[in-house]
């Protein structure tokens, strides 16, 4: 009857205790956690991307509307914007001399400031 007590290495069943089964849990939550955030900022910061890449379009197009516009008239830009889908470009317009202007242009993005481009044309007269 002892010997039915006795538990030996070939009746001993195969298989994963608890805390294995816990343990590779613990590890395999850690590691998903840790993919799924770094997924989350990957995608936040292709979205400044894009929005960077469509502040630069706009900032490109007003300066070279600045570009074409005859020097005379330029004064009459001084403090206009222009908004397009989310940005809006500021014009500043300032004497640096005799016949000459300085054209500031500042685009940001309306939902987040901190997303902008500047670009600075200085234009003298013909």
Same mark, same amino acid.
């Given at each position: 009857?002892? $010997?039915?007590?006795?538990?030996? $290495?070939?009746?001993?069943?195969? &298989? ?6 816990? %343990?590779?849990?613990?590890?395999? &939550?850690?590691?998903?956690? &840790?993919?799924? /955030?770094?997924?989350?900022? !990957? !995608?936040? /910061? *292709?979205?400044? $991307? +894009? @929005?960077?890449?469509? @502040?630069?379009?706009?900032? @490109?197009?007003?300066?070279? =509307? %600045?570009? !074409? ?6 004064? @009459?830009?001084? /403090?206009? #914007?222009?908004?397009? /889908? ?10 640096? +001399?005799? &016949? ?7 685009? #940001? *993005? %309306? =939902? ?6 500047? +670009?600075?044309? %200085?234009?003298?007269?013909?």
């Amino acid at each position: 009857m002892e $010997d039915a007590c006795v538990r030996t $290495d070939e009746t001993r069943e195969r &298989g994963f205790s608890l805390l294995e089964v816990a %343990l590779s849990t613990v590890i395999l &939550g850690a590691v998903l956690i &840790g993919t799924l /955030g770094s997924l989350s900022v !990957a !995608a936040i /910061g *292709q979205r400044h $991307d +894009g @929005s960077r890449v469509e @502040s630069q379009l706009l900032l @490109s197009r007003v300066m070279e =509307e %600045l570009r !074409a516009t005859a020097f005379n008239s330029l004064v @009459s830009y001084d /403090g206009t #914007w222009i908004e397009e /889908g989310r940005h809006r470009a500021d014009i500043n317009v300032s004497p640096r +001399g005799p &016949g000459l202007l300085k054209l500031s242009v500042r685009v #940001w *993005q %309306l =939902e987040n400031e901190e997303i902008e481009t500047r +670009g600075v044309l %200085l234009v003298t007269s013909p």
